[in-house]
């Protein structure tokens, strides 16, 4: 995996079409209709990070949903001054990361410890 960054600021993250797949479905949110094989040639796909972090917010908002069924006010939020992801249970400040799957990763261990 290799992540760059553009002159414009863009942040795109190339990877192996293979790791690509194994990482979908470790992460749970890889299926049919998410990412176009089409849009990528066999060997190498470059992902835009913001398609990634689509994919993995969509994840995020399940699992915030089914929290939210057992009584846990849960919210992830983008910090506006520090560009940072914050992660919020019951109006505490629980984790910050700048990786969205780090935030993705507590949200599903919180999700554990209340049997979801």
């Not at 969509?58 to 001054?81: F, Q, R, T, W």
Request: hydrophobic residues 30%; charged residues 35%; without cysteine.
């Amino acid at each position: 995996m290799k992540i760059t960054k553009t002159a414009s600021g863009k942040t795109t993250v190339k990877i192996s079409k293979k790791d690509w797949e194994n990482f979908g479905k470790k992460a749970g949110w890889y299926g049919p209709g998410d990412i176009s094989q089409e849009d990528y040639d066999d060997d190498d796909w470059e992902i835009d990070q913001g398609l990634l972090d689509k994919s993995i917010m969509k994840n995020i908002s399940l699992l915030l949903e089914d929290l939210s069924s057992y009584g846990v006010d849960a919210k992830v939020e983008k910090s506006p001054e520090t560009k940072e992801w914050d992660l919020f249970i019951n109006n505490n400040l629980i984790t910050t990361s700048f990786d969205l799957e780090d935030i993705f990763g507590r949200v599903k261990q919180i999700g554990r410890e209340y049997g979801i």
